[in-house]
């Protein structure tokens, strides 16, 4: 039996689409991230899972959802919920059905107020954005 070499890991995929020769770029749009110190930051992935949990009632669905596996929203959620004041989400026991999973009160205002703060940044940055799409498309 002959074996192959093994080539070594292979490259990972990148999730960017190819440029097209001419075609127009999307409208530049801001990413926000906040820091809290070196250990925690608050961004556009972490949100979105706490809204799909609140919006599907289950982490695995939730991170299904956004192509991760449960294990990796479920340590995403802990890291949040060990970061916050009290839990933003927590699992719920459940019946015929199975479990579940809820976003709190505290994970619902922070929701609320990281889409504030993205709403008034982007709102206060629509000139410099503008001008800066002219400049690069």
Not at 13 to 36: Q, V, Y
């Amino acid at each position: 039996m002959t074996r192959t070499k093994d080539a070594g890991p292979s490259k990972p995929i990148s999730r960017r689409r190819a440029k097209t020769p001419g075609a127009p770029r999307g409208a530049p749009r801001l990413s926000l991230r906040i820091k809290f110190g070196d250990k925690f930051h608050l961004g556009p992935g972490k949100i979105q899972l706490m809204e799909l949990i609140d919006e599907l009632g289950s982490i695995s669905a939730a991170g299904r959802a956004m192509g991760m596996s449960y294990r990796r929203a479920w340590m995403i959620i802990d890291a949040v919920n060990a970061a916050a004041i009290s839990p933003v989400v927590v699992k719920q026991t459940g019946g015929s059905g199975g479990g579940g999973a809820v976003l709190t009160e505290l994970g619902r205002e922070i929701v609320k107020r990281y889409r504030n703060v993205e709403r008034r940044a982007e709102k206060g940055s629509a000139d410099d954005l503008t001008a800066l799409s002219n400049a690069i498309s």
